[in-house]
């Protein structure tokens, strides 16, 4: 068991985007399922791609353009955001405020393919 702040983790670098970073909240031994908390500045962007697991995200923070498959989001403090498994999705902050969301995924082997 443990309690810690989500500010304390270590926050790294998204490969390939603009203005992101990424940390893991979950405890490496996690067997079932990983948090991470994701932050896409200003005028950031993480591009086009998929992914061969779903995922599922809570917006903390801030708002962005989250585009998944054929709909566009508006996205905002509070939004519960589902995307299945192989299918394309991209954000941009482009409202003027920095972008905070956790991202819950299985700890099942992951394939991020971008796409142009």
């Given at each position: 068991m443990y309690c810690t702040n989500s500010d304390e983790y270590l926050k790294n670098d998204i490969p390939k985007t603009q203005k992101a970073q990424i940390a893991v909240?979950?405890?490496e031994q996690e067997k079932d399922f990983l948090v991470r908390k994701i932050?896409?500045?200003q005028g950031g962007s993480m591009p086009n791609h998929t992914n061969l697991i779903q995922h599922q995200q809570y917006v903390l923070?801030?708002?962005a353009k989250v585009v998944v498959g054929d709909e566009t989001y508006h996205a905002k403090a509070g939004d519960f955001i589902y995307i299945p498994a192989?299918?394309?999705h991209?954000?941009?902050a482009c409202y003027g405020k920095d972008y905070e969301f956790l991202?819950?995924?299985?700890t099942t082997p992951d394939t991020i393919t971008m796409i142009d």
């Open positions: 909240l979950s405890p932050k896409i500045e923070s801030g708002e192989g299918v394309e991209y954000y941009e991202c819950m995924i299985t």
